[in-house]
């Protein structure tokens, strides 16, 4: 596997190497300054987080539910992406999230906007790329609506990745799997002076997946740097650089529109043409973010960043029956009744997803007669752009999904058209909150954002297609009652804005876009933090209209409309951190009721909506032996219940339940600290649906990888 790194970090390395030989009066040094690290041992933390929902606060004072995946549990885990990410929390899961392509989430039920539901050090980034992790320290949840300075998103929540900060560090880290895939991850930084220090992640992978002809490859470099010139200022910098190449593996679809595939292969590249290309993502990702404190009560916060992905769409996509003889008289976005699939030349090159933010904070604490106040006013300007070219979308033969490899056929001639501005979205945001103490127990949180929305979308011909401009004051409450410090009891009422989803190809009002849906949520929760053991439990209803694809007596047989309620009502339980000394837990529960109400279609309403399993379970336990405490052992199991998906709910994906095992040495060699990890996912080898979920008004179904072992080797340089 040949690395390829930039000039600048080559230059920078023997500055990073040279920490553990001289290092010893700086870090005299620096116990004097406010520079110190924060040693991350928990899954959760007390610093402050990165989203500003609620204003800068701990996690015991956030009237929301908030998981923090801290880098323990993602390197005890061996976690490459976000498909495995959402194993960790029962309130996640996958949404349309293909092998060898950028993937998506779900989060109590509603999948994340790409557009707004992903952030990098609380700014927003563009969702269409795969996300390393190699240089993050820590990821945060935040679930259901996103708060005073979340702008125009959907309703289930945000994923906000933080960097790692610069620390005396230098650790090398070998990875390699069961299908023969290898990994190089290098981690170096140190404190340069006592204020300025810096950070490096390199990062390489060469691809071997369990999807046959789906191997790839990807190079990561991320470089952080925090300078302190002064005990009131903070100024942290971050750019990460990431390329990856790997063929997408297209998703099954219901046989006929009502069956499941009865033997699915998770093995199988559906479509598969020895002429396909795969799919080339560049992601860049940069933050800047100031922090300056004015006298002892008052802070200033500013940032801004960017966010750019570039995508060679490229794939031999299995996709409907249109072409079939069997399908003549049936739905052809759908697989055929048989297992019959059509296979389309896909080709969208420079597909380019851009995404511009800045925002501006204010937060000081004052008092009126006997209240305490915490104020935070802000500002937050966002602007995200689609530019792509006409697309190559052509038939080229067909294949059934017991083919182990389909007929080769011959590509398309068509070539992609010229470059278009397809999107351009400007969001504006100005907000307020109050956080005031009523004595010593209770805290009374009130806020408000107008939020403030431009978009203009062109057709791939430049054309105007559409012209959206809204603008919306939507508030936030919450009571937080703390009758002991680690004892937290919240109410919370927040409202959230959404954009109106576009009508599928299939539906008589094609590439219209239904107006955006007002969101509200009523929740409460209790977090609670017991010896070593973090407990919480929140209660939520979500609520926004619903916009589906009707059924009626048109040509195209439906017709994308807006009518009802859907409403996601639950219960979230969580336990994380030491049961006792060397056994440690993270485990959640996640109960969701999600109906549609009101749709006039008695069909749709009074069962489950579609990818959203009524429970989920996650549960992890790490050991260490007492008569071998070099040694961990780790055991672990996730649960889904039956999954719909349809929307009628007449066919539904199995219950499924995996489990994982793993061993992990922790010891010294040759002087060094030395870290060994064996782990291996699905260890019964289950065959499983894990995701259902859908795109572009389309239906697909992706099975559970297989049982993969996989050994890493962190040495401590």
């Not at 993937?103 to 795969?130: C, H, K, V």
């Not at 927040?494 to 949520?521: I, M, Y």
């Not at 999600?594 to 989920?616: M, W």
């Amino acid at each position: 596997m040949a690395l390829r790194f930039s000039p600048l970090l080559l230059a920078l390395l023997p500055l990073l190497a040279h920490a553990a030989e001289d290092g010893g009066d700086a870090k005299n040094d620096r116990r004097i300054t406010p520079l110190a690290a924060v040693k991350v041992v928990g899954k959760r933390s007390d610093s402050d987080s990165s989203l500003q929902a609620w204003g800068a606060a701990r996690a015991q004072d956030i009237p929301a539910s908030l998981d923090v995946i801290g880098r323990q549990q993602i390197d005890a885990r061996q976690i490459r992406s976000l498909s495995e990410l959402v194993r960790e929390d029962a309130a996640l899961g996958d949404n349309y999230a293909p092998v060898g392509y950028y993937q998506n989430i779900s989060i109590r039920g509603y999948p994340l906007d790409l557009g707004s539901g992903y952030r990098f050090n609380g700014l927003a980034m563009t969702g269409e790329q795969s996300i390393a992790l190699e240089d993050k320290q820590q990821v945060e949840v935040l679930k259901g609506l996103a708060g005073i300075d979340a702008g125009v998103l959907e309703p289930g929540g945000v994923v906000n990745f933080v960097s790692k900060r610069p620390a005396d560090v230098r650790t090398l880290t070998l990875g390699t799997d069961s299908h023969g895939s290898h990994s190089v991850a290098l981690d170096a930084g140190r404190w340069l002076s006592p204020s300025f220090g810096i950070r490096a992640n390199l990062g390489g992978e060469d691809i071997h997946s369990y999807v046959r002809h789906a191997d790839g490859h990807r190079t990561l470099l991320a470089l952080a740097a925090d300078w302190v010139p002064t005990a009131a200022t903070r100024l942290e910098l971050d750019v990460s650089d990431q390329h990856g190449a790997q063929r997408s593996a297209s998703g099954y679809q219901l046989l006929g529109g009502t069956r499941l595939p009865p033997h699915p292969d998770p093995t199988r590249m559906l479509g598969y043409q020895p002429w396909q290309q795969p799919v080339r993502i560049h992601s860049t990702n940069t933050a800047a973010r100031l922090r300056h404190d004015l006298g002892d009560a008052w802070t200033l916060r500013l940032a801004a960043g960017r966010s750019r992905s570039a995508i060679d769409d490229n794939v031999a996509f299995a996709y409907g029956c249109y072409y079939v003889a069997a399908c003549a008289s049936l739905p052809g976005n759908h697989f055929g009744p048989n297992g019959e699939y059509d296979i389309y030349d896909y080709r969208s090159p420079d597909d380019t997803r851009t995404s511009d933010s800045a925002r501006a904070s204010l937060e000081g604490r004052f008092a009126t007669g006997t209240l305490q106040h915490v104020l935070t006013l802000g500002a937050d300007w966002r602007h995200r752009s689609i530019t792509r070219r006409a697309s190559v979308n052509e038939y080229v033969g067909s294949a059934n999904i017991d083919d182990l490899d389909p007929p080769v056929y011959a590509p398309s001639p068509k070539q992609p058209g010229p470059r278009v501005r397809r999107l351009d979205s400007r969001q504006h945001t100005a907000f307020a909150l109050d956080r005031i103490a009523l004595g010593s127990y209770w805290q009374l949180l009130a806020g408000v954002q107008a939020a403030h929305l431009e978009e203009t979308a062109r057709d791939k011909h430049a054309a105007i297609t559409r012209t959206t401009r809204l603008q919306r004051t939507l508030p936030q409450a919450a009571l937080i009652f703390q009758p002991q410090p680690d004892l937290s009891l919240y109410a919370s009422y927040s409202e959230g804005l959404a954009l109106g989803k576009e009508a599928p190809f299939w539906t008589s009002n094609d590439g219209d876009v239904l107006g955006p849906r007002l969101s509200r949520q009523l929740e409460s929760g209790v977090k609670y933090r017991w010896q070593g053991l973090d407990l919480a439990g929140a209660l939520f209803r979500l609520w926004q209209p619903y916009q589906f694809a009707r059924p009626d007596a048109s040509s195209a047989g439906h017709t994308f409309i807006e009518q009802g309620r859907e409403t996601h009502a639950g219960l979230e339980l969580s336990a994380n951190g030491e049961l006792r000394d060397g056994l440690r837990l993270e485990a959640s529960l996640a109960w969701l009721r999600a109906r549609a109400s009101g749709t006039g279609i008695a069909a749709y309403e009074g069962h489950q909506l579609a990818n959203v399993p009524a429970l989920r379970g996650s549960v992890h336990l790490d050991y260490r032996l007492p008569w071998q405490p070099q040694v961990s052992v780790q055991v672990g199991g996730r649960y889904a219940a039956s999954n719909p998906a349809t929307a009628d709910g007449s066919v539904r994906a199995p219950a499924y339940a995996v489990f994982d095992a793993g061993l992990r040495w922790q010891g010294r060699w040759a002087g060094r600290a030395l870290t060994a990890q064996l782990g291996v996912d699905n260890l019964f080898n289950r065959v499983y649906w894990r995701d259902v979920g859908s795109a572009y008004g389309d239906t697909y179904l992706f099975p559970g990888a297989p049982r993969l072992a996989r050994l890493s080797l962190r040495v401590d340089l």
